[in-house]
């Protein structure tokens, strides 16, 4: 990453992550699958990773789960994916779907940390366990975590289920979801001084 004294933008960081090697997974991506939307958002989701679609197009949450994910931000928050960014905790998909190693979540941690950084959202939604884990700092799974706002950096940030377990779960875990975009949106409505 760029030193500390110099002005970093998101697409000189994206720049940067397109030719990363820092881990295995590199070497098995189709495409780097860096994050997309407002620059300047005030709200900020954070995914676990890129799934085969995602790594075909080079875009977070283009499958059926991100297909669930803008259906459930439109109806809850009101907005559509280009007033929000979204982003996982890893760039890059891991074989077969299986679960991000913890040097591959701590490779790619200095991206998500450099997109919080520049784009300061005031609310972030953290999407399933990995990201929720991460950017909490807890080993806590995601089913006692949700339904709860926690104090984050300049913000807040609300964990919920990731949308692929909605997909598996059904109906209960759709509208606890809900109930934590509506949790968002409280706090996006809430103006800080």
Known sequence: MSGPDQV???????????KCTRCRLAGTRTNVVFGMGNPDADLMFVGEGPGA?????????????????????RQEIGIGRESCYIANVILCRPPQNRD????????????????????????????????TRLLLGTAE????????????????????YHPSAALRGGGEIVAQMRADLVRAKRLLETRTS
């Open 53 to 73: 679609e995602e790594d075909r197009q080079g875009l977070p949450f283009v499958g059926r789960s991100g297909q669930l994910l803008d259906r459930l931000i």
């Open 141 to 160: 799974g995601i089913s006692r975590l949700r339904g709860r706002t926690y104090e984050f950096r300049k913000g807040h940030l609300v964990p919920t």
């Open 8 to 18: 970093t933008t998101l697409a000189q960081v994206a720049a940067e992550a397109a």
């Open 100 to 131: 991000p190693l913890p040097d591959e979540i701590e490779a790619c941690n200095p991206y998500l940390e450099a997109k919080l950084e520049l784009i300061e959202p005031r609310v972030v939604v953290t999407l399933g366990n990995f990201a």
